[in-house]
């Protein structure tokens, strides 16, 4: 069975300051990987999907990063702003399989 | 982008009664939707995995006589909590899953869950 790791459970930053989060599974073979933004009380919204062909995918301040051989995923977010807090969440797909793994999450806060 | 959109956002309910919710994908057509469960502080777990016109596959430890599942149509999925409990309160999120073609000369298929915004139960 798969198993989803988020590091750490729960970050504090000043604004501006750029992170990782980090995300490790125990099954390689995946389909592909996917990071989304839970605020509190709300469904998630998709940030970013790395096809298991695709080493990394970039969106505006965003950059994950995908390394199949050593089970590792990394979502870095520059320049960090009050308005990034959230939980973030990272899930990966295997491949033959419609079933989505989630990581336990990293929560976010960004001090203005 | 494609939009997941669920009914009721949130709902209370005696104990022992039955409550039903809605998982709508809104400009795109799913065959396969997706019904997660999220206790506090947890992440996602899934319930069951819905395909159009077949029955729900439901996870190790979902009870499928209390959990309903149907997917009539290509654009819409409903959970019904049967004889819900207190400990049936929770958030429920449902997600749809899409596919697309991309690449010249060759076909890549990308799969990607549009969740929607969820729905809280409480059970009383």
């Known amino acids: 069975k798969q198993e989803v790791t988020q590091i750490p459970a729960a970050l504090s930053v000043p604004e501006g300051e750029n992170l990782v989060l980090n995300c490790s599974f125990t099954d390689s073979a995946i389909y592909n990987l996917q990071w989304f933004r839970q605020d509190p009380g709300k469904g998630l919204t998709s940030l970013l999907l790395?096809?298991?062909?695709?080493r990394e995918q970039t969106s505006g301040r965003l950059n994950a990063s995908l390394d199949k051989s050593s089970g590792r995923s990394t979502l870095y977010i520059a320049a960090s702003q009050p308005g990034d807090s959230a939980t973030y969440l990272c899930a990966v797909r295997l491949r033959g399989g419609n079933q989505f793994y989630f990581g336990t999450g990293t929560s976010l806060t960004v001090i203005p | 982008g494609a939009v997941v959109s669920q009914h009721p956002s949130w709902v209370i309910c005696k104990s022992g009664t039955s409550v039903k919710i809605e998982c709508r994908s809104l400009?795109?057509?799913?065959?396969?939707m997706f019904w997660y469960r999220q206790f506090p502080k947890q992440s996602l777990m899934l319930m069951a995995t819905?395909?159009?016109?077949?029955?729900?596959?439901?996870e190790q430890g979902v009870e499928k006589d209390k959990f309903l599942i149907n997917h009539a149509s290509l654009t819409l999925s409903t959970l019904t909590v049967t004889s819900a409990h207190p400990e049936d309160s929770s958030f429920y999120i449902c997600?749809?899953?899409?596919?697309?073609?991309?690449?010249?000369?060759?076909?890549?298929?990308?799969?990607?869950?549009?969740f929607g915004p969820g729905t809280r139960l409480t059970v009383t």
């Open positions: 400009d795109f057509q799913a065959t396969t």
């Open positions: 819905s395909n159009e016109g077949s029955k729900a596959t439901y």
């Open positions: 790395i096809q298991s062909s695709q």
């Open positions: 997600s749809a899953s899409s596919f697309g073609l991309s690449g010249t000369g060759n076909i890549k298929i990308t799969y990607e869950q549009y």
